[in-house]
Every structure is written in structure tokens, then in C-alpha cells.
Nanobody
Framework: QVQVVESGGGLVQPGGSLRLSCAAS??????MGWYRQAPGKQREMVAS???????NYADSVRGRFTISRDNAKNTVYLQMNNLKPEDTAVYYC??????WGQGTQVTVSS
């Protein structure tokens, strides 16, 4: 049974930073990543990372967000800098697109 535990969301002012974490128990996954869903919008890919640290980013976050992973801890991180109001969404961690976290709210507002 794979368990996925997310943490790190919250309220931040525009231009601020947050770091999301996602710890997985059980199997190691080749691809780990983050998606987000804003109210009234479809879920979209934010960033992904392979076991060998190959990364992929949505155009809207490239240069502001950084995804990383610690394979020893089976944990993936999302460092979010220069946050904008349009980054407001529920962020979901995914393990191989097979398992999903419960979601963590990120709100960017002054």
C-alpha cells in the first residue's frame, strides 16, 4: 500500500516563496511530479522529475519553480519562488501518475 503525504502549502504574498514536500512510502517511482488545479479550471501539470533527475516544467512556471527529489527519502519537493496570484491552486503530488496526494492549498494574495 503506497501512502502519499504532502505538506508545505499556505498563504503567501505575491513575490514570495513556498516549498512543497511529498513523501511516499512503499515503492520507488521512476517519475514523480506536481499538478495543480485552480477553481473552475482543469488540473494541469506543473513539473515532473525522473529517477535520474531529468526535469520538465510547464511554461508558466519555468524559471520560477524548481522540482527536486531525494531518492533515499522517497520524497519530491517543489520550490516555488516569485509566486504570482495566478499560481493560486490546490497542488497535488503524483507518483508515476498512479498514486496521488490529498492536495495542498497554495494561495498567493496581498
Amino acid at each position: 500500500q503506497v501512502q502519499v503525504v504532502e505538506s508545505g502549502g499556505g498563504l503567501v504574498q505575491p513575490g514570495g516563496s513556498l516549498r512543497l514536500s511529498c513523501a511516499a512510502s512503499g515503492s520507488r517511482f521512476y517519475v514523480m511530479g506536481w499538478y495543480r488545479q485552480a477553481p473552475g479550471k482543469q488540473r494541469e501539470m506543473v513539473a515532473s522529475i525522473t529517477l535520474y533527475n531529468n526535469t520538465n516544467y510547464a511554461d508558466s512556471v519555468r524559471g520560477r519553480f524548481t522540482i527536486s527529489r531525494d531518492n533515499a527519502k522517497n520524497t519530491v519537493y517543489l520550490q516555488m519562488n516569485n509566486l504570482k496570484p495566478e499560481d493560486t491552486a490546490v497542488y497535488y503530488c503524483t507518483l508515476g501518475h498512479e498514486f496521488w496526494g490529498q492536495g495542498t492549498q497554495v494561495t498567493v494574495s496581498s
